[in-house]
């Protein structure tokens, strides 16, 4: 959830990725976690953009990816006739439009952060036992979920990324 928190259009939100629940999950660890978020923003994105609560869109359309359950109500609900990388891809652009009105406002790398607590002090109990994430791990992984997204470094959207995106 570190990065997930860190690049929230919303401000720090477990609701623009979701968790791995500690003691359901084996511990993930931040190898692939930027993949994951991305996957899981797009995922939340739809789901907001269509009203549904996020118990009814992790328990009933699937894992906090965009799978064939999502798309079919999509397409029940819609009559539309879309696939699931149509869906990802709509996911992609609320996200990118989301960040694009936050970089417009000043938001860049140096407010995708976590408070100094979660990057410098282990959790003393429960589930998450240990669990933090250090300053250098959230750099690493602000990198590659930059590189995976096509912004540029400072975490702003290309105008590259953005014509593709329609966006421009």
Request: hydrophobic content about 30%.
């Amino acid at each position: 959830m570190s990065l997930g928190y860190a690049v929230a259009t919303r401000g720090g939100s477990h609701h623009d990725a979701r968790p791995f629940y500690p003691g359901t999950h084996p511990y993930p660890g931040f190898a692939g976690r930027p993949e994951y978020v991305v996957k899981s923003n797009h995922f939340t994105s739809v789901g907001d953009s269509l009203v549904i609560c996020r118990f009814i869109e992790e328990g009933i359309l699937g894992p906090p990816a965009i799978g064939t359950d999502m798309v079919r109500a999509v397409n029940l609900i819609t009559g539309w006739n879309i696939e699931t990388d149509d869906l990802e891809k709509c996911g992609e652009r609320i996200y990118n439009l989301e960040r694009m009105i936050n970089c417009r406002r000043g938001v860049t790398r140096k407010d995708d952060l976590l408070p100094w607590r979660v990057m410098h002090e282990p959790i003393p109990a429960g589930p998450s036992k240990g669990r933090f994430c250090p300053p250098e791990e959230l750099s690493k992984m602000l990198d590659r979920y930059y590189e995976l997204r096509g912004w540029d470094r400072n975490g702003v959207p290309t105008p590259e990324k953005l014509s593709e995106l329609g966006l421009l």
